[in-house]
């Protein structure tokens, strides 16, 4: 049917008008029904982030520490329940001074350290402090650890804030991935920014997908490490140059020969061939022996064994614990590594879940606590002789 005056190019125009309204239509209708179904089934994946509780972590103001625990935050996160003293540490309140006969260590480290997966009771530190107790031995121990910290952002918590609470003894726990430098806690950070700022976010298709393509920026990500150059440029001032070490040398080429034979189930293990990130590495222990001397606080290098028994990758972490037991060691710091007491416990059966070679269980922790114990004592004894 024509109308009077009407010509092809308008019936042109109006059809494709219509068409893309129907079209518009047909998405809203589709994106609404997947909205309702989502919403009806309880899917929310962003709501830890979006229903305005504390947040766990924020930015910090010392850029070394990049980012730090926010004071009382209390909440459930990474897997466990988490709350947070005034200074941001997930330990009891301490007092800066210390009360006289007291012997106070400070607890560095990340994710192991901080308890990832495990109630405060069953951490390493929390166990620590209650063989002192049950020994009638003054020992307080205040864990400072925070996941996803490397050794200078370790460090840096120790200069800003460690060193008030005049520590006795520094214990570093060192895990296998302090090489690297990327944490989901930044990234958490971000989002939380990205989230709140945006109103779409509170539609759970728009999390749905937001969910979706996190997960595939992770997966690259996990593919592309950063290089030695573009890793240089980021830390910029904080590494030192090891190229003259003549031993760090020889323990890369044995580290490249264990590649050759085993594989490593994270991917960490080519970093420390790095001389960059050994460069860092060092550098943070440099100022770590610094501190020492200024503040009269002796240190004790913790290395976590990673949790795998398979028979090829024994030389792989034998020499990356070898690598990192010197560079505590050129410092004049004693350092112990775990690996033999694990392996006879049964590595397998201190793992949090088949799939994590990482976190040790509360089983794990229990371990780490009693060598602690012993290694501490007997540096006490030879420092009173």
């Not at 009360?99 to 192991?112: F, M, N, W």
């Not at 520590?167 to 990234?187: A, E, K, R």
């Not at 001032?237 to 490593?264: F, K, M, W, Y």
Request: charged fraction near 30%; proline fraction near 3%; aromatic fraction near 8%.
């Amino acid at each position: 049917m024509f109308f009077p005056g009407a010509r092809w190019g308008d019936r042109e125009g109006a059809t494709v008008l219509f068409n893309l309204l129907l079209v518009l239509s047909s998405v809203a209708t589709t994106v609404g029904a997947i909205e309702v179904y989502l919403r009806l089934t309880g899917y929310s994946p962003m709501k830890e982030l979006l229903d305005g509780r504390e947040l766990i972590v924020r930015a910090s103001s010392n850029p070394l520490r990049r980012y730090e625990g926010t004071p009382h935050a209390s909440g459930v996160a990474w897997r466990a329940l988490v709350k947070l003293n005034s200074q941001g540490f997930r330990d009891d309140e301490y007092p800066m001074a210390k009360d006289e006969g007291v012997y106070r260590i400070v607890t560095l480290g990340d994710s192991i350290a901080f308890g990832n997966l495990l109630s405060v009771e069953e951490t390493f530190s929390n166990r620590l402090e209650r063989l002192f107790q049950s020994a009638n031995d003054r020992v307080e121990v205040i864990n400072m650890a925070m996941g996803g910290y490397d050794t200078l952002q370790e460090v840096a918590t120790l200069e800003t804030v460690g060193t008030r609470f005049g520590p006795d003894l520094v214990l570093v726990t060192f895990c296998f991935n302090d090489i690297g430098t990327d944490s989901v806690n930044l990234d958490y950070i971000e989002k939380v920014a990205t989230y709140r700022s945006s109103p779409v976010y509170r539609l759970r298709v728009a999390q749905f997908l937001r969910a979706r393509l996190d997960r595939v920026s992770a997966r690259y990500a996990s593919r592309e490490p950063m290089g030695d150059e573009e890793f240089l440029a980021s830390n910029e001032g904080h590494v030192v140059d090891v190229g003259n070490d003549e031993l760090l040398r020889s323990r890369i080429e044995d580290l490249e020969r264990a590649l050759a034979r085993g594989r490593d189930y994270h991917g960490f293990a080519p970093l420390y061939a790095s001389q960059a990130r050994i460069g860092k590495l060092r550098h943070a222990l440099d100022r770590l022996r610094e501190l020492s001397q200024a503040n009269g606080f002796v240190v004790l290098g913790a290395i976590v064994p990673v949790l795998d028994g398979t028979p090829e990758n024994a030389d792989l972490y034998r020499v990356i614990d070898e690598i990192v037991a010197d560079e505590f060691e050129r410092q004049g710091f004693d350092v112990v590594s775990m690996s033999s007491e694990f392996s006879a416990e049964g590595l397998d059966g201190l793992r949090r879940w088949d799939d994590d070679r990482l976190h040790p269980n509360a089983r794990g922790h229990r371990l780490i606590a009693e060598i602690l114990f012993r290694e501490v004592r007997r540096l006490r004894r030879e420092s009173r002789r």
